[in-house]
């Protein structure tokens, strides 16, 4: 299957998937806590739990994914190592565990990519390339290094192995918080959101699963509307790890199993990680705020539910917050 | 004792002292997790633990404290409420324990109080009254106050109920990781470092505990040279928990149990704050970030030992953060 691996990327993740990734990775990601705020379940008028995957390996789920991706590969596969486009916390994910493995990586980031991102990637010992900042120009500098090198190609979200593997958060927030009624994860490409729902739905059928996203780049909401992918093209929106279109096989999951996705504005965004900092004295990125944004907008009613909300990353650029400017001193 | 809290507040405090106060206190406050990034061992050469008291009931370890005294107080000290002066987490602490046992809190702040910190004592029902920003102005509108209302006084650190209630959360810390070599503890008016010193030193003879200040205020490393307390003055340092001189009571038992005292640049407290947001994600105040600072400045060595750090605080202004406005772009 060298070089080709399609079969195994279109195979549906169930349930089982989810579990087995969970055992293979589990020496090499961390099982993050949950925490909680008074102050915002008496906002919100519910139960609010974050898990807290800002506090995962990398600084965010994507730790997940790319584990179970890069310990899945055979002994053949894994030889010439791996490599993926990523303009942040996917590279730094695929740099660790093929560190992990004892493999090489190859990361292709755009020129745009944030500073802090560009360095956590280099961190781990992966070797980067810059390219333009197009899916056309990530895509085309990632096949001419598959083809220099007979890496393997690990895409960010459209795999199966890495939506196992994301999914595993969903099975220890269970663990940890058995009674959520509700799951709510962002949503961009896909991935994060649609192993959490089979993983979440597999375990308790009942519970209810929400896609969380910006209203500058509802493609996700869009899409299901109108059953079929609608691009996301270039949305304008800070939550920069939720710009990306949905894929043929997270749309499929997505399809059936998520409830529902609520979306919410760029203020309300800027808001809610303004708040969790504040409250929770979690630094969290714009991506991970999304959930909760939509909470603080009311495009969702708590009613005193146990709502189980996914932080999803905390890599952000301390030299460029969306506050407080103006309001700084001197 | 109605009015006169000398007998008990002159009491030295023991394990026993902070045994009894963690039961009594339990209920009210959190257990805080202990966390570690490989980062920063990597880095400093050691195991590092960091004690999440920035994740405490109002984002400080203070509320251990208040707690204590507000608990221990009999129903006829009680009746008439407490008050304190306390430019942050101390009023916050005293406002949150006074509601949980129903009766009032007067808090006293300074005019120049950050407004967080002001927003935070009011938000827990407490009546505020702004003062000069003078010890002597805190001091004699808290006298007025007592006058007026009868109301019990809680000394910020120069207390042996605040004193004990600080020291559980080395309790706690001992219980997570029993096999630390060192607690470093940042040092202003000493009610931490005191209670922490007794609680760990009585579980542990062996363990170090070290307290950490600013070399821009280092008068407990000067009153300990001394052998008497050295006023702190008005010291000009960023970590604006720590501007206070020692008590009679605090001094007493730090020159008794702590072994040393270290301390730290501004350019490093800096350095040490933003690392802990960057790379363990969580959101600690100037204070808090004094013993990683004086760890990075090579103030004691390492060397592979297990050091536990109490991360004391969580309470920053966002709109004034110490870095990065020259980066800033748009």
């Known amino acids: 299957m060298s070089g080709n691996d399609k079969p195994e990327a279109a195979s549906r993740v169930t349930l089982a998937e989810v579990r087995a990734a969970h055992e293979r990775i589990r020496a090499f990601i961390h099982r993050t806590p949950v925490m909680s705020s008074e102050v915002l379940d008496a906002r919100l008028g519910g139960r609010l739990y974050f898990k807290c995957e800002n506090l995962q390996r990398v600084g965010a789920f994507k730790a997940r994914g790319a584990h179970n991706a890069v310990l899945s ?197 800027v808001e809610a990680m303004r708040l969790t900092w504040e409250v929770m004295k979690l630094v969290i990125e714009p991506s991970a705020a999304v959930p909760l944004a939509a909470l603080l907008e009311g495009r969702l009613e708590v009613g005193g539910r146990a709502v189980g909300i996914i932080l999803s990353g905390g890599n952000v650029d301390l030299d460029r917050l969306p506050w407080g400017q103006s309001a700084r001193p001197r």
Chains 1, 2 share one sequence.
Do not use: W
């Open 73 to 269: 590969l055979s002994e053949r596969e894994a030889r010439a190592g791996v490599v993926t486009h990523s303009s942040g916390n996917h590279g730094a994910a695929v740099a660790l565990a093929a560190a992990n493995r004892g493999i090489p990586a190859f990361v292709v980031m755009p020129l745009s990519a944030a500073e802090v991102k560009k360095r956590a990637v280099a961190r781990y010992g992966a070797q980067v390339t810059l390219c333009e900042p197009t899916l056309a120009a990530r895509e085309a500098t990632a096949q001419r290094i598959i083809e220099a090198t007979g890496a393997h190609f690990v895409h960010p979200y459209n795999d199966s192995r890495v939506m196992a593997g994301q999914g595993t958060s969903a099975l220890e927030f269970l663990e940890q918080q058995p009674d959520l009624d509700v799951i709510l994860c962002p949503v961009g490409g896909g991935g994060q959101l649609s192993g959490v729902a089979v993983a979440a739905k597999g375990v308790d059928p009942r519970l209810r699963v929400i896609g969380a996203e910006p209203a500058a780049a509802d493609d996700a909401r869009r899409s299901l509307e109108a059953g079929h992918i609608v691009p996301a093209g270039d949305p304008p929106t800070i939550a920069d790890g939720l710009r990306s279109s949905l894929g043929d096989l997270t749309f499929a999951l997505i399809r059936e199993h998520v409830d529902a996705i609520v979306t919410a504005s760029e203020e309300a965004i």
